[in-house]
């Protein structure tokens, strides 16, 4: 069955409704996706085979008042019974050519440093490691 990748617009949202197995981290919740997709910095690209998601990559737009635009790579997945298959490249380069659309100069993407899968995949689009280290905080306490 082929699976086709794109760019979620605003009336494609009922796709998220069906949803492969383990695709998000969460269940889909219509609230927020269209909170999400009523911001228009905001990009899901979307593999989708049959009538089901079967893999997404999100984005953020980041414009910045003394720098070129970038495109912030959120997160990126794909139902287990269809990894290895290219459909994470497919989501990725997807998400690459949105950001040149946009004018980004860079996209970055953030992987845990013992996540060997992820790190080879990202290194497989030909993306460049950096010593950059990433704090979280809690919004509230």
């Given at each position: 069955?082929?699976?086709?990748?794109?760019?979620?617009?605003?009336?494609?949202?009922?796709?998220?409704?069906?949803?492969?197995?383990?695709?998000?981290?969460?269940?889909?919740?219509?609230?927020?996706?269209?909170?999400?997709?009523?911001?228009?910095?905001?990009?899901?690209?979307?593999?989708?085979?049959?009538?089901?998601?079967?893999?997404?990559?999100?984005?953020?737009?980041?414009?910045?008042?003394?720098?070129?635009?970038?495109?912030?790579?959120?997160?990126?997945?794909?139902?287990?019974?269809?990894?290895?298959?290219?459909?994470?490249?497919?989501?990725?380069?997807?998400?690459?050519?949105?950001?040149?659309?946009?004018?980004?100069?860079?996209?970055?993407?953030?992987?845990?440093?013992?996540?060997?899968?992820?790190?080879?995949?990202?290194?497989?689009?030909?993306?460049?490691?950096?010593?950059?280290?990433?704090?979280s905080f809690?919004?509230?306490?």
């Amino acid at each position: 069955m082929d699976t086709d990748v794109f760019v979620l617009q605003s009336d494609q949202v009922d796709l998220l409704n069906q949803v492969a197995d383990d695709v998000f981290d969460n269940v889909v919740q219509p609230e927020l996706v269209a909170e999400f997709i009523a911001d228009s910095r905001h990009h899901l690209a979307v593999a989708v085979s049959g009538n089901a998601v079967v893999g997404f990559a999100s984005a953020v737009h980041y414009v910045h008042p003394d720098k070129p635009n970038e495109l912030w790579v959120n997160e990126i997945g794909v139902t287990p019974v269809m990894q290895g298959q290219g459909i994470g490249k497919r989501l990725m380069k997807t998400l690459l050519a949105l950001g040149a659309e946009l004018g980004c100069d860079e996209a970055w993407v953030l992987a845990d440093e013992d996540n060997a899968r992820a790190r080879s995949f990202y290194e497989s689009l030909d993306g460049e490691a950096s010593a950059a280290v990433m704090y979280s905080f809690r919004c509230h306490e």
